[in-house]
């Protein structure tokens, strides 16, 4: 089956960074895509990776290696603005996201 | 502006009713998608369309129907078949359902009550 993995809650402090992890088992892959949803709203878009590396974004960045099925969105100079879920998805051999359950990131100040 | 609107954003149907959610774009957008959200679990695919008159079933197309007369338009009826129907819905399009980055915008959802 296919399956994308990613912690439950993870919390951090004003000002910090933050790395969240993506682990995915899928049939085939045309794409990983990261998406922050606020609670009770619409997820946006924040990256994509197809290819092995580091996409870098102002604050945000997105790492992908294809070989071990791994992808980690890093969030620098964390803001309270910040606190949302992040969803990965990885587009499979049909061109469908495959979607995680999110992470939800909590900010302390 | 351009955009994706779904209405109503909260709505409450009595059990063995029909409900249909409405899902507008004017992006110029080819294809349209619905998902379910509910907590703890990822998006999960309804329907898809990628062309007018034309669409597909997901991964829980059962209780669920759709068309798509017009390319602005992705409307989806919650027939009473659907067991759990109470969930967040939400409707995507992107500009043609392929690869590389057809990135899927997505409306503000519709929260959906079953009493």
């Known amino acids: 089956g296919q399956n994308i993995d990613q912690p439950t809650e993870m919390t951090a402090t004003e000002g910090a960074i933050v790395q969240i992890n993506c682990t995915y088992q899928?049939?085939?892959?045309?794409?990983l895509f990261w998406y922050q949803q606020h609670a009770g709203e619409a997820p946006t878009f924040l990256s994509y990776?197809?290819l092995d590396g580091l996409e870098e974004k102002g604050r945000f960045s997105s790492f992908l290696s294809r070989s071990k099925g791994y992808s980690y969105l890093l969030l620098k100079e964390l803001q309270m603005k910040d606190s949302a879920s992040y969803l990965c998805?990885?587009?499979?051999?049909?061109?469908?996201?495959?979607w995680g359950a999110g992470t939800k990131l909590i900010i302390k100040p | 502006d351009g955009g994706i609107t779904q209405s109503p954003k909260y709505l409450f149907r009595k059990e063995g009713q029909n409900v249909t959610l409405s899902c507008e774009q004017n992006?110029?957008?080819?294809?349209m998608y619905w998902y379910r959200q509910d907590p703890g679990q990822g998006l999960r695919l309804i329907y898809y369309?990628?062309?007018?008159?034309?669409?597909q079933k997901g991964d829980i197309a059962e209780g669920y129907s759709v068309s798509r007369e017009k390319k602005e338009s992705f409307p989806l009826t919650v027939t009473s078949a659907q067991k759990n129907p109470t969930a967040f819905y939400l409707c995507?399009?992107?500009?043609?359902?392929?690869?590389?980055?057809?990135?899927?915008?997505f409306g503000p959802g519709t929260r959906l009550t079953v009493l």
């Open positions: 995507a399009s992107s500009i043609e359902g392929g690869g590389g980055v057809d990135t899927q915008y």
């Open positions: 990776n197809v």
């Open positions: 992006l110029n957008h080819d294809a």
């Open positions: 899928t049939s085939g892959f045309n794409g």
């Open positions: 369309s990628q062309i007018v008159n034309d669409f």
């Open positions: 998805a990885v587009r499979d051999s049909n061109y469908q996201l495959i």
